[in-house]
């Protein structure tokens, strides 16, 4: 945005007009940063919507600097580039690994800020410009800090690079690896003449040690050396032989291209492009007139190699290019949009030619009918048009006779107006039917490769040809339902359709959406194995009409069910405006993928590589314990693992004297659950635990008053339960597992916990199989048994017969624990 300059000097400066250009930009890099955690680092009281624009400024000054600054965060898996993955570069980027797609992404990075080189003053005093530093050849990211703490002690400005090397900021070697790509360039910090070619991409060599470039210029300029000058007058008279030049070379440059496009315009017209005008290519070497031109720098190379200092024709060639285009941006500056209605498109829409096309089937909502069709909005707010003659395959005489407003439709899409920012849609069967292969394909798109399975592709297509017909089937015995009930339906007050409750499939075309039963979505994903790990799949929940269910694949074999509210629907089929999971609320399914399912993986990947985290069942961990334990008796030993029961939860195994026990630990979007406290990394749950092994407890007067409130849901999540052991309890039977715990009302909470009447966790008696020293019972009363004999009876009146004992000091199985994947079959 450049403010514009007022002509008139006699005006006011109250009535000056603020006038600036307006153009759009790709915000994917900058909604990264408005939400991250640099961007609450950085700008700890800015709103949202102000930290994305500045991070749009800066993309347009310096792209390259803003994709290094989001790389050069590390996630708490000490991982560096995560951020990058949530930037929407292809359709296809999800099939990658994630590790092979950070390593083409680092580089990348390293080939453009090798080719565009980096201010290094300030890279080191600017934050946001730090980043580049970790890409430059030589460097990475812990050379790179420890330079910026290097440079803050001795002044934070450097003048030459030289000095690079004179304030030990790097060593020789990393030195001659990398000062070609930093550049000394003039700011208001340096105020004294610098030397020109720092900030060229000559190396030292040609100009410090060797002075090739130095004597290139004099003879050029035909200036005689005095050899009784002083060192710092030759120095400046050869700085000042450097500016002239490539002074002359600039004034060639500006010659070349003004006649250059004199001649284009008077044979074609003012239609010179000047951004892609490069003297370099286009410019004949017999066309050049400036003084470095004049000198034989190919006998001069001759001369030297002779000599015996080594070939250097090609550094030479280098030295007067960089005289004349001194270190030369490649990229080509920002253009704007007007004519370009593809780009325009892209960026108001969010949609491009391989994601919204002809023959792509979409789901909509009718908004308004006309005399000439139905206006629809698509799912990302993409407004769509089905004109009168594409709404049926019989003649149509008003759209109202066939769709109604606020009915969810599926569509064909047969042409896109990018000029209108419009979709022409249809919803004749016979468009319906056709293959995707047979529409016209785009010509942006690439060709399809001569390998490509065209038979496997045909197969898919009547695979999805024979769901479609099946759907537009059911969706036709509906509407001839619906008729023969009446042509009018109730409405309520608002004037909407009243709905009828019942469960219903789902008018959703989303890919993550399958109208499937519980059990095949659960086949989908383990059939599919390690590619679906991290994915989820979203279906009707058969429990409740406004329900979603989300299959959520946390590792390969183990599954998580979570369930979503629905608010805010037009008709059974169509999915809820709000999407709720307990308190936090989604606007769409994509939302609810980006915003739930995608930090839940965040936390598995922490958890998988934090230090004490095991891959191995629960039983391979306890075994460790033990061998540790009886190793180093004195310690207490505690591992991670993943819990084998309950999908999505993580297992604290720990051991205090001879049985290992453990603490159920919950994923969350927010962090890790224990107990009632959420925690935003492992190692803050773990400094909580080594303070309280035995977990977070409430008191009695704090539980029984939340029992007191029975409509409040629990939100703990599952408390630790003692591990398996052989030991005879005093019933004298064999314990072979954990008490199952007890199922629940609601997905993914706790039930209230059961009143405390002296036993249970917390109870100052409360007995443990793991006989540990803090919660360890008093010796029974009377004399103890005689030896091998059975332990004595627990007090208080026996059990009733046929009814099995109680555990010892339980007063009835742990709360909060989530249900087994068997009774949530059985409940859903």
Same mark, same amino acid.
């Given at each position: ?5 007022d002509?008139?000097d ?7 007009e603020?006038?600036c250009?307006v153009?759009?930009v790709?915000?994917?890099?900058s909604?990264?940063?408005?939400r991250?955690?640099r961007?609450?680092?950085e700008?700890?009281d800015?709103?949202?919507n102000?930290k994305?624009a500045?991070?749009?400024a800066r993309?347009?000054k310096d792209p390259?600097?803003?994709l290094?600054y989001?790389w050069?965060?590390a996630?708490?898996a000490?991982v560096?580039g995560?951020?990058?993955?949530y ?7 999800q099939i ?5 797609l950070l390593?083409?992404?680092e580089r990348?990075?390293c080939n453009?800020?090798?080719?565009v080189?980096?201010d290094?003053?300030a890279a080191?005093n ?8 970790t890409?430059v050849?030589g460097l ?8 910026k ?6 002044g934070?400005v450097i ?12 060593g020789?070697?990393?030195?001659n690896n990398?000062?070609?790509f930093l550049?000394i360039r003039?700011?208001e910090e340096?105020?004294?003449d610098?030397?020109p070619?720092d900030?060229t ?5 040609v100009y410090?040690?060797n002075?090739w470039?130095q004597k290139?210029?004099i003879?050029a300029?035909e ?7 002083s060192s ?8 000042t032989?450097?500016?002239n030049i490539m002074?002359?070379s ?8 003004d006649d250059?496009?004199k001649?284009?315009e ?8 000047v951004?892609?005008w ?6 004949p ?7 470095v031109?004049e000198?034989?720098?190919e006998?001069f190379a001759a001369i030297?190699e ?6 250097w024709?090609s550094?030479?060639l ?8 001194p ?7 920002m253009e704007?949009l007007?004519g370009d209605s593809d ?8 949609e ?10 979409v789901v909509?909502k009718?908004?308004r009918?006309s005399d ?6 698509l799912e990302g ?6 004109p ?5 395959d019989?003649?149509v005489?008003?759209?109202e ?7 969810v439709v599926h569509?064909?899409v ?6 209108h920012?419009?979709?022409d849609l249809?919803?004749?069967?016979e468009?319906?039917n056709?293959?995707?292969?047979s529409w016209?394909?785009?010509?942006s798109?690439?060709?399809?490769d ?9 197969k898919?297509e009547?695979?999805k ?6 759907r537009?089937?059911a969706?036709q015995?509906?509407s001839d339902?619906n008729?023969?009930s009446?042509?009018?339906m109730d409405v ?5 359709s009243k ?11 989303h ?14 994903l383990?059939?599919?194995g390690d590619a679906m790990v991290?994915e989820?799949l979203i279906?009707?929940s058969?429990r409740?009409a406004?329900?979603l269910?989300?299959?959520?694949m946390v590792r390969?074999?183990a599954?998580?069910?979570i ?5 805010d629907k037009d008709?059974?089929?169509s ?6 999971i307990k308190?936090?609320?989604?606007g769409?399914i994509d939302?609810?993928?980006g ?6 993986n ?5 958890t998988?590589?934090h230090?004490k ?7 391979e961990?306890d075994?460790?314990?033990?061998t540790?334990?009886?190793q ?6 505690y ?5 084998e ?7 604290l195994?720990?051991?205090t004297s001879n049985?290992?026990?453990?603490h159920?630990?919950g994923?969350?979007p927010?962090?890790f659950?224990?107990g009632a406290?959420?925690?935003s990394?492992?190692?803050r ?5 080594k ?8 008191s009695?007067s704090s ?6 409130d029975s ?13 398996e052991?052989s030991r005879?309890?005093r019933?004298?039977s064999k314990s072979?597992?954990?008490p199952a715990?007890?199922?629940?009302s ?6 209230p916990?059961?009143p405390?009447?002296g036993?249970g966790?917390?109870?100052p008696v409360?007995?443990s ?7 360890? $019972? #008093? /010796? &029974?009363?009377? =004399?103890? @048994? %005689?030896f !091998?004999g059975p $332990? #004595? /009876? &627990?007090p208080g =009146?026996p @059990? %009733?017969f !046929?009814?099995?004992p #109680? /555990? &010892?000091?339980?007063?009835?199985p742990?709360p909060g ?9 059985r409940?859903h």
């Open positions: 945005i450049k403010p514009g300059e002509d008139d006699d005006e006011d400066d109250d009535e000056d603020w006038k250009n153009d759009l790709d915000d994917n890099i909604q990264l940063f408005g991250s955690v961007g609450k680092k700008f700890p800015m709103a949202v102000l994305v500045t991070s749009i993309h347009a390259v600097a803003e290094a989001a050069s965060v996630s708490d000490g560096f995560t951020e990058m993955l930037m929407n570069i292809h359709p296809l980027q990658l690994p994630k590790t092979l390593r083409q992404f990348v990075l453009a800020i090798a080719q080189g980096v290094f003053n080191c600017q934050d946001h410009l730090h980043g580049l530093l890409f050849p990475g990211p812990r050379k790179a800090s420890s330079i703490q290097a440079l803050v002690r001795i934070g003048d030459s690079r030289k000095a690079l090397l004179a304030k030990r900021l790097l020789p070697n990393v030195y990398a000062v070609a550049r003039p700011s340096l105020s004294k610098l030397q070619l900030d991409r000559l190396h030292p060599d410090n040690r002075s470039a290139i210029a003879d300029l200036m005689g050396e005095n050899a009784n000058a710092s007058d030759r120095e400046d008279m050869q700085n032989a450097l500016r002074k002359d600039r004034k060639e440059i500006q010659r070349l291209f250059t496009k001649e284009w008077a044979a074609y017209g003012p239609t010179f492009n951004p892609a490069d003297p370099k290519v286009m410019v070497p017999e066309s050049w007139h400036d003084k031109e000198l034989d720098l006998a030297l002779e000599q015996g200092n080594g070939k024709y550094q030479l280098m030295i007067k290019w960089e005289f004349r285009l270190f030369q941006d490649p990229r080509k500056p704007p007007s780009r325009l498109f892209r960026l108001l829409t969010g491009s030619d391989q994601t919204l096309c002809p023959g792509k089937e909509g009718i908004i009918h000439f069709g139905s206006r629809v909005k707010d993409v407004p769509g048009f089905i009168l003659r594409n709404i049926n019989d003649h005489e008003s759209a006779d066939f769709v109604t407003i606020g009915e569509a064909i047969t042409q896109v107006k990018k000029d920012l419009c979709v249809s919803l004749r069967r468009d319906l056709k293959l995707p292969s016209e394909r785009p010509v798109l690439p060709r399809l001569n390998m490509f399975d065209t038979k496997a592709d045909r898919l009547h695979e040809q024979k769901e479609r017909e099946a537009l089937s969706m015995l509906t339902r008729k023969r009446g042509d009018s309520d007050g608002n004037g909407k709905r009828s409750g019942r469960i219903t499939r789902r008018a959703c075309a890919p993550a959406f399958r109208n499937e039963t519980h059990e095949v979505v659960d086949r989908e383990r059939e599919a991290g989820a279906r009707p058969y409740k406004d329900s269910a989300i299959h959520w390969p074999g599954i998580r069910l369930e979503v509210q629905e608010e008709t059974d089929a999915i809820g405006n709000r999407l709720k308190d936090d609320e989604y769409s939302e609810l993928l915003r739930y399912i995608a930090p839940l965040d936390r598995v990947e922490e998988m590589h230090r985290f095991l891959d191995g069942l629960e039983d961990v075994t460790k314990l033990r540790q334990k009886s180093n008796p004195g310690g207490m030993f591992n991670l693992c993943w819990d029961q309950h999908p999505g939860y993580a297992s195994r720990f051991i049985t290992p026990k453990s159920a630990v994923l969350s927010d962090g659950v224990w406290k959420t925690y990394s492992w190692d749950l773990l400094n909580d635990f303070k309280n092994p035995r977990g977070p407890h409430k009695s539980v029984s008053s939340s029992l007191q409509s409040r849901p629990a939100t703990l999540p599952p408390p630790s339960r003692p591990a052991s005879p309890s019933w004298g072979s597992a954990a715990p007890p199922a629940q609601r997905w993914g909470e706790a039930p916990l059961p405390q009447n036993g966790w917390g109870a409360a007995a199989a793991s006989g540990s020293r803090w919660d360890r $019972p #008093p /010796p &029974p009363a009377g =004399p103890p @048994p %005689s !091998g $332990p #004595p /009876p &627990p =009146p @059990p %009733s !046929g009814a099995p #109680p /555990p &010892p000091g339980y007063s009835r742990p624990a989530p249900p087994s994947a068997r009774d949530y079959h409940a």
